[in-house]
Nanobody, 121 residues
Framework: QVQLVESGGGLVQPGGSLRLSCAASGSIFSINAMGWFRQAPGKERELVAT???????NYGDSVKGRFTVSRDNAKNTVYLQMNSLKPDDTAVYYCNARIVQDIWGPLIDYWGQGTQVTVSS
């Protein structure tokens, strides 16, 4: 079994900052990409940012220049630093990790339970 545990969400004023964390634990042989997706009410889940084990990152257009994704491979943890937050960033943020559980196993997508981020004055 694999678990992804997120932390760091909350309420912040427009222009403020938040940092999300997501730690993977359990039966893990290796982790490929890790990242964040978000879903606002009435909208589809969308890409926020991903990062490979080698450190190559990819961002959704709406967050480029404001958000930074990073990871600590030794801790199986991915972070999302969110700056200059806007009301449109309000959503449930989900952690994602592509994990191999044993040397011959397939690559499997795992998801966290989600953490609410609300940007409002």
């Amino acid at each position: 079994q694999v678990q992804l545990v997120e932390s760091g969400g909350g309420l912040v004023q427009p222009g403020g900052s938040l940092r999300l964390s997501c730690a993977a634990s359990g039966s893990i042989f290796s982790i490929n990409a890790m990242g964040w997706f978000r879903q606002a009410p009435g909208k589809e889940r969308e890409l926020v940012a991903t990062i490979t084990a080698g450190g190559t990152s990819n961002y959704g257009d709406s967050v480029k220049g404001r958000f930074t994704v990073s990871r600590d491979n030794a801790k199986n943890t991915v972070y999302l630093q969110m700056n200059s937050l806007k009301p449109d960033d309000t959503a449930v943020y989900y952690c994602n990790a592509r994990i191999v559980q044993d040397i011959w196993g397939p690559l499997i997508d795992y998801w966290g339970q989600g953490t609410q981020v609300t940007v409002s004055s």
